[in-house]
């Protein structure tokens, strides 16, 4: 399967089989939540900057109240709704987005071979796929986890050295040594989180298709992924660099949706409901644009780990 046909053929399978879209949507749910999260800030940009200038505008602004009661509260909220987000992000969105991905692998390979194809068959074939994904991420992330945990050790290491030489009234030479072999230690690793959790997101999103296509267990998907991607590395590396370009030219069409909605508020005094309404159509549009393309990557990825596991 060359890149023109696969490209082509994800397309026309994500426009007949428009379920597809409401799985692209879990799949990107942490896109989703970003999109939440602008669009929150975007109204009340708007409110918080205009009750600023009526602030300023104040006769003597340092006779104005300033509420010291209100601080401790606003830190004990920002601390729970943190842990309520950090839950719901990396628990609930992340097997939230898993099931989703095996239901569109399956609904592909349904797609593929003729079956009758549908969002709740997708999602009841996926299930029972959830827990071997949830393993493939597990042994795929381990590296990474490794690697974060290296950093996390070491920086308790510098941090209690250089509070013991600290506490011992080390000469400054001494602590800026310290800290100098503790952040030649620590940079190059930090440097190495970003690419080694992006290729290793690549790899379970291969190893993912592997399972569900070939019908392999944990180890064996793993394994087995290596040598196809081994053997077919320049497919793998072209279809790669294409969905990847594909991806970020639909994200930054979709970026400068939000553009002439900041525009708009940053501008015009417009009122409130309208702000909301203007940054609420552009989060509906740009979020079906967003799980389209999700659903439509997740099939190409299908379609080229299939063709690619056929030559093997």
């Known amino acids: 399967m060359d890149i023109g046909f696969l490209l082509k053929r994800s397309g026309q399978i994500v426009w007949r089989h428009k379920?597809?879209?409401?799985?692209?949507?879990l799949v990107s749910l942490n896109g989703v939540l970003l999109n939440v999260g602008?669009?929150?800030?975007?109204?009340?940009?708007?409110?918080?900057?205009?009750?600023?200038?009526v602030w300023l505008q104040q006769p003597d602004i340092s006779t104005m109240p300033l509420d010291i009661d209100a601080t401790p509260q606003l830190i004990g909220q920002v601390t729970f709704w943190s842990?309520?987000?950090?839950?719901?992000?990396?628990?609930?969105?992340w097997l939230a987005a898993t099931w989703a991905e095996a239901a569109v692998i399956l609904a592909v390979k349904a797609v593929e071979t003729g079956e009758p194809v549908g969002l709740v068959s997708s999602l009841r074939r996926g299930y029972r796929w959830l827990g071997r994904f949830i393993a493939i991420d597990a042994v795929a992330f381990f590296p990474w986890f490794v690697l974060a945990l290296v950093i996390m050790l070491l920086?308790?290491?510098?941090?209690?050295?250089?509070?013991?030489?600290?506490?011992?009234?080390?000469?400054?030479?001494?602590l800026a040594l310290t800290m100098g072999l503790?952040?030649?230690?620590?940079?190059?690793?930090?440097?190495?989180?970003?690419?080694?959790?992006?290729?290793?997101l690549i790899y379970r999103t291969l190893a993912f298709r592997d399972a569900a296509l070939l019908e392999h267990d944990v180890r064996g998907a793993v394994?087995?992924?290596?040598?196809?991607i081994?053997?077919?590395?320049?497919l793998a590396a072209a279809t790669l660099v294409v969905l990847w370009a594909v991806k970020t030219a639909v994200s930054?069409?979709?970026?400068?949706?939000?553009?002439?909605?900041?525009g708009l508020t940053a501008v015009f005094n417009l009122p409130d409901p309208l702000t909301w309404l203007l940054n609420g159509l552009i989060f509906l549009l740009v979020t079906l644009l967003e799980a389209v393309l999700a659903a439509y990557i997740a099939v190409a990825w299908t379609l080229a780990y299939a063709a690619w596991a056929q030559r093997e």
């Open 19 to 25: 379920f597809l879209w409401a799985l692209g949507f």
């Open 223 to 228: 394994r087995h992924t290596w040598q196809v």
């Open 252 to 262: 930054w069409a979709v970026e400068l949706l939000f553009w002439p909605v900041w």
């Open 155 to 174: 920086l308790i290491l510098l941090t209690l050295v250089i509070g013991w030489q600290a506490v011992n009234q080390a000469e400054w030479s001494s």
């Open 182 to 200: 503790g952040m030649l230690c620590l940079i190059p690793l930090t440097l190495l989180l970003a690419p080694v959790g992006w290729l290793t």
């Open 83 to 93: 842990i309520v987000l950090v839950f719901v992000v990396f628990i609930g969105f």
């Open 38 to 53: 602008r669009l929150i800030f975007g109204a009340k940009a708007s409110a918080l900057g205009q009750e600023l200038l």
């Open 230 to 234: 081994r053997r077919q590395f320049g």
